[in-house]
Structure formats: C-alpha cells, structure tokens
C-alpha cells in the first residue's frame, strides 16, 4: 500500500470515528431538551426593553449554553441591555451582558455559563445602567 493510499484510508477512518463519535455525543444529548425563556412580565422586567432566549446543555459538565437576544422597544435616549449573572467553578460570580441601542434595535450573543444564572433587563444612558429590574434565575 502507498503513502498515499495509507493516508487517505486513515483519513476516511478518522473521518468515520469523528462521525461516529458527533452522532453518539448528539444522541446522549437529544434527551436534555432546550428550555426557552423570556424576561417579559417577571421581575427583570422594564419597560423599553426586552431579553429573551434560550438556554440548554452545555459542552463540559455542569455548564448551560444561554443564547441571549435583546432589543431596545423604546424611542428614547435610552439603550437596552440585559446583564447575566452566573456561578464560576471556582465559586465566584460571572457577569456578562448584551446591549442594543436605538429603537427597534436587536443584539444576541451566546454563552457557556454555570448553575444557576440569571438575567435582568436594563435601560441604559451613555452606555451605563440606568434602571434596572430584578434578577431572574432562568437556569
């Protein structure tokens, strides 16, 4: 057998055990379903803004994917932002945030956090939180 045919036989089985391994981790993870939240009408409520997403498995251990949409309702001087709080492993606190600004305005990134976490809608002014409402634990 050549190099080159070694090559690509070894190539085709790393292939095939990537593929084999990507269909076992999606399987054990087909039963942990993705849980939808949306801050609207809870105690992280305010008006102008609104944060919604999803949260579900995350890639080691303990962690959760958090996807975070937020969007500015409000034509104001006023952006939007929704703050995310969420245990570290090494016991301290994480806080992250996603921020839009203009009416109609939506931003959304994704994180992989641990238990528990919560988000809390905010208004801000020149970029810095104005008012704010309470925690809310989604995870």
């Known amino acids: 057998m050549s190099a080159s045919t070694s090559l690509k036989a070894a190539t085709t089985l790393g292939g095939a055990l990537l593929l084999a391994l990507g269909l076992s981790v999606q399987t ?8 939808r939240w949306d801050a609207t009408d809870t105690v992280a409520d305010v008006v102008g803004a609104h944060a919604w997403g999803a949260t ?5 251990g303990d962690t959760y994917t958090v996807t975070v949409n ?14 995310i709080r969420a245990a570290s ?4 606190v994480t806080l992250v945030s996603v921020s839009a600004s203009g009416e109609g305005v ?15 809608e905010c208004l801000t002014e020149q970029g810095v939180d104005y008012v704010c409402g309470e925690p809310y634990r989604i995870v």
Not at 89 to 92: E, I
Not at 106 to 120: E, K
């Open 70 to 83: 937020i969007k500015d309702t409000k034509a104001d001087s006023h952006g939007a932002r929704v703050n």
């Open 56 to 60: 579900g498995p995350g890639p080691v």
């Open 106 to 120: 939506t931003a959304a990134d994704s994180f992989t956090l641990w238990g528990p976490v919560t988000v809390q």
């Open 28 to 35: 054990a993870s087909a039963g942990i379903p993705t849980v």
């Open 89 to 92: 492993a090494d016991g301290s």
